[in-house]
């Protein structure tokens, strides 16, 4: 078992440039969310989707953030328009049902926005 | 204010000491789970709890949803236990079935 797998591990891009993350749950888990870590805030949940279907994206910015899953096996993370403040870790996790089981986490992508 | 309040902030154990670790919930927790992201980022996770205690080697949690925290004891600590400890809840439908995260307790354990 690999374990939740994301790529990059690192990207830096420009200001107003797309950034896309990827990630893949653990083969056999249902959900998939994503969160934001930073220094100042920590760590924030963004959205989770359970059998692909997107089910609470209530930690997502309402601009330029976008989360498709579009099939069982990954998920996308898509931030367009790119601002400094974007710069963050971002944790990919995969459980077996929900958000009531065990979470497992990726390595995160390290996101640098200059 | 902090849904989920974590407590200390930062602490030096030196080996083979004993500590605990706490959280204090303002949600109401139904699950409880613990995380130590290690100095390479990876957050491992340690324990999910419903209320109620587990333990795993040096380690023992314990869940009490009605006076609202959860505590995590490391026994005997090891200089692989360093790294920042995270408790996180989920209070179903009030906190939209999300983990809500602590900020954090930072360890480091010395000689």
């Not at chain 1, 959900?31 to 997502?60: C, H, K």
């Not at chain 2, 407590?7 to 409880?32: D, H, K, Y």
Request: net charge positive.
């Amino acid at each position: 078992n690999a374990g939740v797998i994301q790529t990059p591990r690192h990207k830096v891009t420009g200001k107003g440039q797309e950034a896309t993350l990827w990630c893949e749950p653990i083969s056999g888990h249902s959900a998939v969310f994503w969160y934001r870590q930073t220094i100042v805030q920590g760590l924030e949940f963004l959205t989770y989707f359970r059998n692909q279907a997107p089910i609470d994206d209530s930690g997502m910015p309402k601009e330029r953030f976008s989360a498709q899953m579009p099939n069982q096996s990954h998920s996308t993370l898509k931030i367009q328009s790119t601002q400094p403040q974007d710069s963050a870790v971002y944790l990919c996790a995969s459980s077996l049902t929900g958000p009531q089981d065990t979470q497992y986490f990726g390595p995160g992508t390290r996101l640098l926005v200059l | 204010g902090d849904k989920v309040k974590q407590s200390p902030s930062a602490l030096s154990l030196q080996e083979g000491t004993n500590s605990a670790l706490r959280c204090n919930f303002s949600i109401a927790a139904t699950t409880v789970q613990w995380f130590l992201q290690n100095p390479r980022g990876s957050l491992m996770n340690l324990f999910y709890l419903v209320p109620g205690t587990k333990e795993n080697g040096r380690l023992k949690s314990a869940f009490d949803s009605k006076e609202s925290y959860s505590t995590l004891h490391i026994r005997d600590a090891q200089l692989e236990d360093s790294g920042t400890y995270f408790c996180a809840a989920e209070a179903g439908a009030s906190s939209g079935q999300k983990l809500v995260f602590g900020q954090g307790t930072i360890l480091k354990v010395y000689l």
